[in-house]
């Protein structure tokens, strides 16, 4: 049976005249990557597939160095697309993310729905597992990530994305999840 990982990419260097997407990790965020990825050697991963963005692909590289496995990248694990926002104050994205989840059908933060990245997400996993390579590792990102675990375990969307930690590995099998 194929394991599920699912990863959150690593602090990125915050840049306000730049769009998220395009945010690169800080020095912070390369060190915690590399921990994360001494963390995940105990776990048996046999792929490991990344978002094209920049912020998980350098956490991605951080994993695949560590763990001796190649890379792939799967434009479709990216973040919520939200570019039009721009940067925003915490309190005012925090709103815009409640929204985004308590409203999944309706365009209401960003360019897409929460129904539309579950679609794109969930067609992504279903790629990747369909091939049955055993352990199977994500990088992917918080809201994308959250949308995928609340739809499929149950739990609520808002109080697990507030949780949250830059980078985490959450193992997902039979529809339970822990915390690696």
């Known amino acids: 049976m194929t394991k599920l990982i699912l990863i959150r990419h690593s602090t990125p260097q915050i840049d306000p005249t730049v769009p998220a997407r395009d945010w690169l990790l800080s ?3 390369h060190a915690a ?3 994360l ?3 995940l050697t105990d776990y048996g991963v046999d792929a490991l597939i990344s978002s094209d963005e920049p912020k998980a692909r350098q956490t991605a590289e951080a994993v695949a160095t560590t763990l001796q496995l190649p890379l792939e ?5 990216r973040e919520h697309e939200r570019a039009s926002t721009g940067y ?3 309190p005012d994205f925090e709103a815009g993310i409640a929204r985004f989840f308590a409203h ?3 365009l209401v933060f960003g360019e897409e729905t929460a129904d539309q990245v579950f679609s794109r997400f969930s ?7 369909e091939q049955s390579r055993g352990t199977i590792a994500l990088v992917t990102h ?3 990530l959250t949308l995928y675990l609340a739809r499929t375990t149950g739990i609520a969307p808002l109080p697990f994305w507030r949780s949250l930690t830059l980078p985490m590995a959450i193992a997902l099998k039979a529809g339970s999840l822990s915390i690696l």
């Open 27 to 29: 020095a912070q965020g």
């Open 88 to 90: 925003l104050p915490r």
């Open 123 to 129: 067609a992504a996993v279903e790629r990747s597992m």
């Open 142 to 144: 918080g809201t994308a």
């Open 37 to 39: 990825a001494a963390r």
């Open 73 to 77: 990248l799967d434009r479709d694990l």
């Open 33 to 35: 990557a590399k921990a």
């Open 104 to 106: 999944p059908g309706e």
